[in-house]
């Protein structure tokens, strides 16, 4: 009853707002990628302007309302979850592309463009949106930022941080603010965008964005090598980067392989299994890429290789790295995002992996990610029978270890995804209290009734 007493009152006071509260759309809005937790928001809207951002934000406050910034719920840590009566906000009907300007070459984006529109409007442009990732026809521009989303390239092109030039942003204290206004220098004090970047919805909306292009890379080349070892794929990162301009260092284990293979019908790679896999993007040489085969072949790392010859062998080859999370998906994997200093990843992944293989007997483990970044993603996969909740306890036992392991190292336990709602308890082994004491005074400057996504990325006090 106090559910519909609200939507009617958000409904006679925002008249123009697009409102959904069928069940199936709240199945569908109230979550992420992560199936860890039950849907449950109020309702869904759909802003069409600023405005309306601002009029929702100043009447949530009054009426205490918890709002959730909802992109394209392809996050991997709950951030976009709404499972305690929240409004979900969803940026779907912002989708404006403005504003290009070539001798800049930049433009003004929306928070809801999706971020392979951008992409393929950036190449309409003769220029390139280097940040690339699996969910990106799914994921929104608004969601990136909210993130700091990493992906394949950021080895050489760096986070979406490094791309945002300008926010439009609305606080959870209802004001609208133009941070930074597209300039490359400013040095006027506290730059409150990098702030908003990486927030997860929690300071406020990011409703548009002024965004850097890129100029495009060179023709890029694509080689997928089978190793040993993971102590074997650090050294051949070591050699790849003396002699290949790398644009990604990707690696991936034999079962994550095999998950793709079976998931996408694909022919093995190479004609023997191997524990480990690379596959590594670069601009094309053919002498340097025969350079890093025959040092990998003397030292003793490398096993098989295969290197593309065509963009569409590239591509093909890129399916069996870009497949992995979908791939596992319906094992409803407890899903690490771990980071720490690229020359520590193969200390760190030696006592990682013994402690995996002590903790975690019952379980598959299934290792990717982007290790040229010193970002590790570890896959647990439920067992079919058990229950997701019983899952999530067994996992957040060993994770525990885990977590120690990474604070030994001085590492992060989210490397790209996000705290959101499923590592909220493990900022603290990445962040000291200091740290998270001045988080917390941050939020209440930014959304003074805690109204913006609470209970995401900092404990509820
Ligand atoms: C198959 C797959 C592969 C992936 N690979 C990568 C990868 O390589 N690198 C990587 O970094 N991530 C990866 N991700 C994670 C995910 O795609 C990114 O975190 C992405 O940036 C999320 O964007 P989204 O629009 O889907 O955001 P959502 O999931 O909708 O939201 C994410 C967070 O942002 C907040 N938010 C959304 N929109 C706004 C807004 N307008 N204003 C304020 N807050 C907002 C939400 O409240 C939430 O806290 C992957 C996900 C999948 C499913």
């Not at 030039?165 to 606080?171: F, R, S």
């Not at 284990?253 to 191997?274: D, K, T």
Request: proline residues 5%.
């Amino acid at each position: 009853m106090e559910r519909i007493n609200k939507i009617q009152i958000l409904q006679k006071e925002l008249p123009d707002l697009e409102l959904l509260a069928d069940s199936r759309s709240l199945q569908i809005y109230g979550q992420d990628w992560t199936r860890f937790r039950q849907p449950d928001p109020l309702a869904v809207v759909f802003p069409r302007s600023v405005d309306q951002v601002q009029a929702l934000v100043k009447f949530a406050r009054l009426e205490k309302l918890a709002l959730v910034p909802s992109g394209g719920r392809t996050g991997l840590s709950g951030g976009a979850v709404a499972a305690s009566c929240e409004l979900v906000v969803s940026f779907e009907k912002m989708r404006k592309i403005s504003e290009f300007n070539p001798l800049e070459a930049s433009l003004k984006v929306e928070a809801g463009v999706v971020t392979q529109a951008l992409q393929a409007y950036a190449a309409e442009q003769g220029l390139f949106y280097p940040i690339s990732f699996a969910a990106e026809g799914s994921a929104q521009i608004g969601g990136n930022i909210a993130t700091n989303a990493g992906g394949i390239r950021v080895l050489r092109y760096g986070l979406t941080r490094d791309w945002v030039e300008g926010l439009t942003v609305v606080t959870g204290a209802g004001e609208v603010l133009e941070l930074n206004r597209g300039l490359i220098k400013n040095a006027s004090g506290y730059d409150l965008r990098h702030l908003f970047i990486g927030s997860e919805g929690t300071l406020g909306f990011i409703v548009a964005a002024t965004i850097r292009l890129a100029q495009p890379p060179p023709p890029q080349t694509v080689m997928l090598l089978a190793l040993e070892s993971m102590p074997a794929v650090m050294s051949l990162f070591h050699s790849a980067k003396v002699y290949l301009k790398l644009s990604a260092f990707e690696f991936f284990s034999e079962q994550a392989l095999n998950y793709v293979c079976q998931h996408r019908q694909l022919p093995q790679p190479l004609e023997n299994p191997a524990p480990f896999y690379v596959l590594c993007e670069f601009d094309s040489d053919e002498e340097a890429a025969l350079a890093v085969f025959e040092q990998g072949f003397a030292d003793g790392n490398l096993l098989d290789g295969v290197i593309s010859q065509s963009s569409a062998q590239a591509e093909e080859l890129w399916q069996y790295r870009e497949g992995i999370s979908e791939s596992i998906t319906q094992f409803t994997p407890y899903k690490n995002d771990l980071s720490v200093r690229v020359s520590k990843v193969p200390e760190f992944m030696q006592e990682l992996d013994q402690l995996v293989a002590e903790s975690y007997p019952d379980f598959e483990v299934i290792w990717f990610g982007h290790i040229g970044d010193g970002n590790l993603h570890m896959n647990v996969l439920k067992p079919e029978t058990m229950e997701v909740g019983e899952f999530e306890r067994s996992c957040l036992l060993v994770n525990h270890a885990v977590y120690q392991l990474v604070e030994k190292y001085a590492g992060s336990v989210s490397a790209e995804h996000g705290i959101g709602l499923l590592k909220r308890n493990a900022l603290r082994f990445c962040r000291s209290q200091a740290e998270i004491n001045i988080l917390r005074q941050v939020k209440r400057v930014f959304d003074p009734d805690n109204i913006m996504n609470p209970g995401k990325l900092l404990n509820d006090e």
